[in-house]
């Protein structure tokens, strides 16, 4: 990190106050609640409650009930009386939260468990019965690969191929009877696939990871931020450094990070067996270690600034000193880092960020992979921070010797385990089988502990500390430092001036480059020139995408079919970049979202001038994504395909077919189907990885960026901009691409979103008397982003400038719009910046194209926008008119549109707009919805500006606040 940003990071932050850990919950089946937990984490006697499927087992099945793996590698039979090997659900009454049947139904495993989870956590930290701040309290909610629903609905979808290619062979099969049954055979499956996969047209929310944070946020009424993330193995860690960025930033009061992992699918742990990361047990400092089991497990912590913490009289367990990441950019498959160069990075800076010595650490909590090599390159970078501390004196563990590897929520569990233990003032004990040969630590300042113990005081009279260590398979490394709360104690520093007071001083963010791949406009100077052309890029959605015969047909909601087959869609690479060096099989195991985030890259980076020089330091990566990648769904959807085959003998009308003969028939069914069963390749998880989008970014372009997938429905890729303009301000990087991307031109979105009633029965015409919905769109857009003066100083070209970013919940419904919650989100937005909303010329509107969506939207901008006197009306568009509604990329192409806007000096039009829609009160602002092109001349005095919203499911709203950059301005 450079002095300048080092400076920068201390002016902007102030004090960099640390984080109060003020609320705790813990869900694993090995230990069900906080003090469960606890005498968990004390145990000296134990056997493995981690479960795995075998690599093989049916996907969609989950582990396997009726044995469990221990760390010896035996498997036991399973004992009712012992803790479950799994997370159970049923027993969670989802109508205490208020939640109807008929949604209910739709929910996904982990939404159920986290809801419970957020309970116990605001429980835990009083707040159940005292109120908590809910309008500046946060929602963040991490999990990894697909859900059960997510799974259970891409199966139902797909499964019209299976039935239809059972129609074919029985149509062509020997025995007259089976022929002439042929179309009764298909009618009869598909009713009993009707009745087994159930359906709802709820599914589409139900399924989704950011309906999660959503849900918790309408529940409990917490109306600040909201958003789901993925970041590997990592992923607890970094919901807790975004965490720590908007407690200091001052744009949130309290966060609630949450994080779970559940094994929904054998299709995961064959992608691990096939990477070689799998064993039976979870041996942390094994000297011989193989790999690791994986454990489910639900965490969640409520945060608060110190001060608040304890003038609000809040239970303390620990505070949070820092949190530093780097990652080791390496082209190829992911795999964990072994550089002890990196790691040391990672470590060293985490102790410089905290302001406290190495040698005042008397616990590390490790990563404790199981992998061997891994391991030792973990020791080593702690050995090189720590060289010269008397040897012993400071004590390692790791949670996996009890929970095995719990994945998206290993941090949190690391985490929660090192806060009770400077609660309680005891080091837990590290946990082995006998006999297993442990790493040598001789000679090093390190041991590991086999009994529970008093944790000494602090180091010269000062507090206890500890830190916590991790790591993930796409080569980030995380270091997060902690120490006890003493309330006898004086604060380390002075408690920092009100956040909100410093708000309007936070610096610009300047945006350095940008790229596009949407529908007719594979990069953004197409793009601009679409939206001049008058003329929209929806049309039928190719056949390869969307299969007419299985998924359409029109009139009707349908559980299993769209009424519309129109799209923006794109065409997808078939190839990478030319300058990548990317093998076939590789590339074929991506999903196809990685391999378009891969070709706007390369638009993305040539922008920089020769001048501006090469990218360095620590950057970031996050990319608005849907969590729950396509490849990943279908290719379980495939697997569980042959499960069918049972439900086939049983049907009547093949009851006159023998046993062989059944076999036969459902044997060609497979073979006309496809193959579902091909080996998996060490490259097959990455495809599964929404993290996968950017960390293929940053390995590919050899960039130290941390990697992140942020999910806020179609409000993500501005939460992805939110998160990256938060690290950017804490000084925590040097520059940061974000953007999104997602390709909702296919059957399974379709379908879902068709059968909740939410397409357009022909196409999107925002703010149209006539609108009806939305069309789907395939979209990418991703951005090059600076702090504005390292972006001046370093020559770089600048496009535009971020000023402000507000973000809200409305807390009340997960479907319908709210016009409280989105105008809250405005002015949170111009809460940070110096200038008024009559000084906003241009309204890059989210642009729903239904009625309600479009009426609520005019009528938050007029409560925010309205009521001051205006040199002219603000001009109001969407880019939606042209692309269609691009899910997780639609704010990305907001921003894009409004940036070009203001290097063009030209207000775009919307297109397809017939007549404006009397109930939108656009004579409040005014305002203005154009059909044509128009000038934009420089406002006297002032820069252009302009305003993007996007809005999501559950309630989520974002407003950014966009700025012509002119030379010697700022």
Not at 731 to 747: D, K, M, Q, S
């Amino acid at each position: 990190m450079t002095s300048e940003s080092e400076a920068h990071r201390s002016q902007a932050t102030d004090a960099r106050e640390p984080i109060a850990i003020v609320g705790i919950a813990a869900l694993y089946p090995q230990a069900r609640g906080t003090d469960a937990y606890w005498d968990l984490m004390k145990a000296t006697s134990l056997h493995c409650g981690c479960a795995i499927p075998a690599p093989g087992g049916a996907a969609g099945s989950g582990p396997q009930h009726g044995a469990r793996w221990n760390h010896c590698g035996q498997t036991q039979p399973f004992d009712p009386a012992d803790p479950a090997p799994v997370l159970d659900s049923t027993a969670i009454d989802v109508a205490r939260f208020g939640i109807p049947p008929a949604q209910s139904k739709s929910m996904t495993r982990l939404q159920t468990l986290m809801l419970e989870t957020a309970r116990m956590c605001l429980t835990d930290a009083g707040y159940a019965e005292r109120p908590l701040q809910t309008d500046r309290t946060d929602v963040i909610a991490g999990t990894c690969f697909g859900l059960d629903r997510q799974y259970a609905n891409a199966l139902r979808i797909e499964s019209g191929r299976y039935v239809r290619e059972l129609e074919n062979a029985t149509a062509a099969a020997p025995r007259g009877a089976t022929r002439r049954n042929s179309a009764e055979t298909g009618r009869e499956l598909r009713s009993v696939l009707a009745r087994r996969m159930g359906g709802s047209p709820h599914d589409r929310v139900g399924e989704m990871a950011s309906t999660i944070p959503a849900r918790i946020a309408t529940v409990f009424k917490l109306r600040g931020r909201t958003l789901a993330l993925e970041s590997a193995d990592v992923t607890s860690f970094i919901g807790i450094w975004h965490a720590l960025n908007s407690l200091r930033g001052g744009v949130s009061d309290a966060v609630l990070v949450l994080a779970g992992q559940l094994q929904e699918s054998g299709l995961l742990t064959d992608a691990l067996a096939a990477k070689g990361l799998l064993a039976p047990g979870t041996h942390p400092f094994a000297a011989d270690g193989r790999g690791f089991a994986l454990g489910e497990g639900v965490g969640a912590l409520l945060l608060k600034r110190r001060s608040s913490a304890v003038q609000d009289g809040d239970r303390i367990y620990a505070s949070i000193l820092d949190c530093s990441q780097r990652y080791d950019s390496r082209p190829g498959t992911f795999r964990y880092s072994t550089s002890v160069g990196n790691r040391h990075e990672a470590v060293s800076a985490a102790y410089r960020a905290a302001g406290v010595p190495v040698e005042s650490i008397q616990y590390v909590e490790c990563a404790g992979s199981g992998i061997s090599r891994e391991t030792e390159s973990e020791i080593a970078s702690l050995n090189r921070q720590f060289n010269g501390m008397p040897a012993g004196s400071v004590a390692l563990g790791s949670v996996r010797d009890r929970l095995g590897h719990t994945f998206a929520n290993a941090g949190l569990a690391s985490l929660t385990k090192v806060a009770l233990a400077l609660y309680h003032r005891r080091i837990p004990p590290h946990w082995a089988p006998d006999p297993t040969p442990q790493l040598d630590l001789t000679g090093t300042p390190f041991h590991l502990s086999p009994t529970l113990r008093n944790w000494p005081p602090g180091v010269s009279g000062g507090p206890r500390r500890a830190a916590v260590g991790g790591a993930s398979l796409t080569g980030a490394l995380v270091h997060l430092v902690l120490e006890e709360h003493d309330a006898r104690r004086p604060a380390r520093t002075a408690p920092p001036p009100p956040p909100r007071a410093r708000t309007r001083d936070a610096e610009p963010i300047a945006v350095i480059g940008a790229g596009a791949y949407f529908a007719g406009s594979p990069d953004a100077e197409s793009f601009w020139r679409t939206t001049l052309s008058g003329r929209d890029r929806i049309g039928p959605v190719p056949e390869s995408r969307f299969d007419r015969e299985l998924h359409f047909a029109e009139g009707a909601l349908s559980l299993t079919h769209s009424y519309t087959d129109q799209g923006g869609h794109v065409p997808l690479p078939e190839a990478p970049p030319p300058q990548l060096r990317i093998t076939p099989l590789r590339y074929a195991a991506m999903d196809a979202a990685q391999r378009v985030a891969l070709t706007v890259a390369s638009e993305l980076f040539p922008q920089r001038s020769r001048s501006a020089g090469p990218l360095t330091g620590p950057g970031l990566i996050v990319v608005g994504s849907n969590l729950g990648l396509t490849r990943e769904r279908r290719l379980n959807a495939e697997r569980a395909l042959g499960t069918l085959a049972a439900e086939v003998r049983d049907l009547s009308t093949l009851a006159h077919l023998s046993a062989a003969e059944k076999a036969a028939l459902t044997e060609e069914v497979r073979e006309r189907y496809g193959p579902t069963d091909q080996p998996l390749s060490p490259a097959d998880l990455d495809g599964y990885l929404a993290s996968g989008v950017a960390a293929l970014i940053a390995n590919e372009f050899h960039l130290d960026a941390l990697p992140i997938a942020v999910e806020a429905a179609c409000a993500s890729s501005l939460a992805a901009l939110d998160v990256a303009v938060s690290a950017l301000r804490s000084g925590a990087v040097e520059y940061a691409v974000t953007g999104g991307v997602e390709l909702a031109c296919n059957a399974r979105d379709m379908v879902l979103c068709s059968s909740l009633g939410l397409l357009s029965h022909n196409r999107i015409t925002p703010f149209d008397a006539g609108a009806d919905g939305f069309t789907p769109g395939d979209g990418c857009a991703l951005f090059l982003l600076k702090r504005h003066t390292d972006a001046v100083r370093d020559g770089d070209v600048i496009l535009g400038l971020l000023r402000g970013v507000g973000a809200s919940n409305d807390a009340k419904s997960l479907i319908a719009p709210d016009t409280a919650g989105q105008a809250a989100a405005m002015r949170q937005a111009f809460s940070q910046v110096d200038f008024d909303s009559a000084a906003v010329d241009y309204l890059e509107a989210h642009g729903t194209g239904t009625q309600v969506g479009d009426r609520v939207e005019i009528a938050a901008a007029a409560q925010v926008y309205g009521g001051q006197e205006r040199t002219r009306p603000l001009r109001i568009g969407s880019a939606k008119s042209f692309f269609g509604h691009t899910f997780a990329a639609a704010g990305a192409a907001g921003l894009l549109r409004a940036l070009l806007a203001i290097r063009e000096k030209t207000l775009p039009p919307n297109v397809n707009l017939r007549t404006v829609n009397p109930a939108l009160d656009l004579a409040a602002i005014p305002a203005v919805i154009a059909t044509e092109p128009s000038p934009w001349p420089a406002p006297p005095g002032r820069p252009r500006r302009a305003g993007v919203s996007s809005f999501g499911t559950g309630g989520i709203n974002y407003h950014l606040l966009v700025e012509e950059h002119l030379d010697g301005s700022r």
